[in-house]
Nanobody, 124 residues
Framework: QVQLVESGGGLVQAGDSLRLSCAAS????????MGWFRQAPGKEREFVAT????????YYAPSIKGRFTISRDNAKNTVYLQMNSLKPEDTAVYYC?????????????????WGQGTQVTVSS
């Protein structure tokens, strides 16, 4: 089992950058595929980015591709989401999630564990 804690959210202006972190408990972090999802008010949770357990595979949602970068440091049990050129439509609660099969997957149902989320607000 793994516990996930996100941090790094906040209030920024359009065009600014933020880096989200997700710290995982446990000694098997390197076996988990990791993903970031987000949920805006009144909308369903949507896929943002994912990375395989080794870090060799990454996938991004079309809406953020080229602006966001997912990475991981298995020695620190942490996955990151670097967000550049932020837009007001990026405003949401951002969640990290872990897949026990180690996959880089965009499918919500394939993630076993979820963090509590961190708020990102981008003003225009």
């Amino acid at each position: 089992q793994v516990q996930l804690v996100e941090s790094g959210g906040g209030l920024v202006q359009a065009g600014d950058s933020l880096r989200l972190s997700c710290a995982a408990s446990g000694r098997t972090f390197s076996s988990y595929g990791m993903g970031w999802f987000r949920q805006a008010p009144g909308k369903e949770r949507e896929f943002v980015a994912t990375i395989s357990r080794s870090g060799s595979s990454t996938y991004y949602a079309p809406s953020i591709k080229g602006r966001f970068t997912i990475s991981r440091d298995n020695a620190k049990n942490t996955v990151y989401l670097q967000m550049n050129s932020l837009k007001p439509e990026d405003t949401a609660v951002y969640y990290c999630a872990a897949d026990s099969f180690g996959r880089a997957t965009s499918t919500y149902e394939e993630y076993n564990y979820w963090g509590q989320g961190t708020q990102v607000t981008v003003s225009s």
